[in-house]
């Protein structure tokens, strides 16, 4: 792990310490993680959300055929493959 030294108004460390003790967390550090963690997680989730939006937007889609099915699972393999044997940077 790596160091990070925050400097905070006295008001905002107050409230943050306030917060730290009632959310249960050992200390400060370990609340900033979480609210790092969340921000994070809120991130990915938007962009999931917005590529929903633009696969709902893109109009009607067309059913998947064996062939489609086939081409796919293929891919996926290839993926692993490639992941397995170091070759993805």
């Known amino acids: 792990m790596k160091t990070l030294t925050v400097s905070l108004p006295e008001e905002l460390l107050a409230w943050a310490e306030t917060r730290t003790t009632s ?37 009607h889609g067309t059913e998947m055929t064996p062939v489609d099915w086939e081409s796919l699972k293929q891919r996926v393999r290839e993926r692993h493959e490639k992941k397995s044997s170091g070759g993805d940077s």
Do not use: I, K, P
Request: net charge negative.
């Open 23 to 59: 959310s249960g967390h050992e200390g400060l550090s370990t609340y900033l993680v979480h609210l790092v963690n969340e921000d994070r997680n809120r991130s990915s989730q938007e962009r999931l959300e917005a590529l929903l939006l633009e696969g709902l937007a893109s109009g």
